[in-house]
């Protein structure tokens, strides 16, 4: 990103900060864990306003790769100008190569690799994208777990269709919203890898994410 979109991205930044303290019990754990220099951030997706939250946590504008908010033209504009991550089914194809393009400029990015949101405490399916961007960059993966009570969800009438499938709009505007950092994730790959170590490589980052979230639950924060 260049100056003014760093300037007006730490603006908005600013905003979503002044809201969180004013309406949001957030809490983060591990934030000291964050290495300096381009990193992938990985986390479980529970609410659709979790882009918002997550990104007071990172220590650097990001680039994030968006699926279903896309749908919006006008999102889609604002999401261009940040120069965030086209994951539609149109770009799906060039979102690996695009998150590599920004790691190897330096930059960070950030994903959600469930695609889609997934009842609180639960963990879905982690989609291979993650494994071949780290083949590539070789840039420390950071498992982050987010974690919110049912309790504080509230379902939002802005449901997005793409393809047929109905993606549900969830979002924490007020209450407990919980961000626990784990330890760069620096997995054994090959050069050439393929959709076993893919899926491995997934997997081994799903439980320590899983381990995460058990972690905020039992250890940190009773929800």
Known sequence: MDLVKRTLYGSMVCVIKIYQKLFLDFRVWGRELIPPGPKIYVTNHITSTDPQWVLLVFTEPVHVIVGPGYQ??????AFDFFEHINAMPAHRETVVD???HYLQKGESIYTAPEGDLQEPFQLGHFYPGVARIYRRTRAPIIPIALVAPRSA???WP???VVDGRVYRAIMVLRGPYCVNVGEPFFPDTTEDGG???DQRVMEELKE???VLV???RTNKFWL
Request: without cysteine.
């Open 72 to 77: 919006s033209k006008l999102m889609a504009r």
């Open 98 to 100: 695009a998150a590599v």
């Open 153 to 155: 969800m509230r379902d």
């Open 158 to 160: 802005m449901n997005t």
């Open 195 to 197: 959709p076993e170590e």
């Open 208 to 210: 320590r994410i899983r």
């Open 214 to 216: 058990d972690d905020v």
